[in-house]
């Protein structure tokens, strides 16, 4: 980052912490109630003391749950028509959070020459609505704001 010339822990000063808002985080799935009509249920699964259910997902129902992902922001081509195969798992539990996401497809670029490309997502979410503190280690110095054009 611009300002940080040493090999040190930096804090950024507030103005400029939105830039590192995590794209990932519990409404990865659009925010709202994604559809999982065309998920299959599987077992049940205990997670931190409650009752889990897990749902896997064939390509159809993948490229939707791609779809709701993209919308939420993250960098993704979710055009089904370039998706060649595709497989999701998700867990929600009684709380309705999603704990896991596991998601991986293959797909080629689109344009004249079409490139394979693949991706492989594993994500594991925890502590909801639990405040989380990071203590910076000691010599942790203040990032400078840069200016603004």
């Known amino acids: 980052m611009i300002g940080a010339t040493d090999d040190a822990w930096y804090r950024l000063p507030p103005e400029q912490a939105s830039l590192f808002t995590p794209l990932i985080g519990p409404d990865i799935l659009g925010g709202g109630s994604p559809d999982f009509s065309r998920f299959s249920p599987g077992a049940v699964e205990q997670q931190g003391g409650q009752s889990c259910r897990r749902y896997t997902g064939e390509r159809d129902a993948t490229t939707g749950l791609l779809q709701s992902i993209a919308a939420s922001g993250l960098p993704i081509d979710a055009d089904p028509s370039r998706i060649e195969s595709a497989d999701s798992a998700v867990l929600i539990c009684d709380d309705g959070y999603l704990y896991a996401l596991d998601l991986s497809f293959v797909g080629k670029t689109p344009g004249d020459q079409p490139t394979p490309y693949s991706y492989d997502l594993r994500l594991r979410l925890s502590g909801f609505d639990q405040t989380l503190v ?8 203040d990032l400078p704001a840069s200016p603004t054009p």
């Open 134 to 141: 990071i203590d910076p280690p000691a010599g942790a110095r």
